[in-house]
């Protein structure tokens, strides 16, 4: 049986997601012990010079760093979910995970940003994207057909629903588990905020040629997903970019993860 949206499930639904966003306005920080006590992140180091090996890293090291963030109260660990006696994802997989900072605030200059998870092995054969405003109103909600997906995917929040300008947003991101009982969903959820770029940083920004550079701008001025959405860009032809932005959030068990083309919204 396909399960069909109404008006009264979207009601409940949105009411269910706001309370549990409520309670606990930090996201679900799945793999994290602990929050970051300094401060990690990119480095590039240049090549040793011929002969012994060099145990340092040498003068010509560049170094793309996410600066700690501060602590938005205490952290969960588990996806939110109905039904904590039933999963649809493999026990033995790494957790549903949002590739956020640790505090799960997330910041934008992009009217329409690109988010990304991580999705492990499912039964579930479909997910929910649900974007809540300021005042708990529902501004967008999206189908996505998994398709066995198994990896970090991404989704980009469409032109028809600019974030506004200094709003925060909350965000869920749902397996659902069970079309016929949604009580068994699991989500894991955050906070997204559009910011503005300074006049300098936009000046830096234009004059930067070199992408990774441009990343490195960006992490400076805590602007995550725009740090984190240029350095994926550059998976193919820098992998190790990649792999050490997301070990400077305390992602580890994910960085080497595969992307996954799939889950075009439904609309």
């Not at 590039?44 to 090996?53: D, L, M």
């Not at 970090?152 to 600019?162: A, D, E, F, H, R």
Request: proline letters at 8%.
């Amino acid at each position: 049986m396909i399960w069909q949206q109404t008006p009264t499930y979207l009601a409940v639904l949105t009411t269910m997601l706001s309370a549990a966003l409520v309670n606990d306005l930090t996201a679900p920080r799945l793999l994290a012990q602990s929050y970051p006590h300094h401060e990690v992140g990119l480095q590039f180091p240049a090549p040793p010079e011929r002969g012994s090996p060099s145990k340092t890293l040498g003068a010509g090291t560049h170094m793309i760093e996410f600066p700690r963030v501060p602590e938005r109260g205490k952290p969960t660990r588990t996806a939110g979910g109905g039904s904590r006696s039933y999963s649809c994802t493999d026990n033995g997989d790494i957790p549903l995970t949002p590739i956020v900072p640790a505090n799960n605030l997330v910041k934008t200059v992009a009217a329409n940003p690109t988010l990304f998870w991580y999705v492990p092995k499912t039964k579930a054969s479909e997910a929910e994207f649900v974007l809540i405003d300021d005042q708990d109103q529902e501004v967008y909600l999206t189908s996505l057909s998994l398709d066995n997906t198994n990896g970090i995917v991404q989704l980009s929040i469409p032109k028809t629903v600019p974030l506004t300008m200094g709003k925060e947003y909350k965000w869920f991101f749902v397996l659902v588990c069970d079309p016929q009982e949604r009580s068994r969903d699991q989500w894991v959820k955050g906070i997204l905020q559009r910011t503005e770029l300074s006049p300098e940083l936009a000046l830096n920004l234009e004059q930067e040629q070199n992408t990774l550079e441009k990343a490195k701008l960006y992490a400076d001025a805590m602007i995550w997903q725009e740090t984190v959405t240029t350095v994926a860009q550059l998976r193919d032809s820098q992998p190790q970019a990649w792999v050490d932005l997301i070990k400077s959030v305390e992602l580890e068990a994910i960085a080497n993860k595969p992307f996954v083309n799939c889950c075009t919204p439904n609309n």
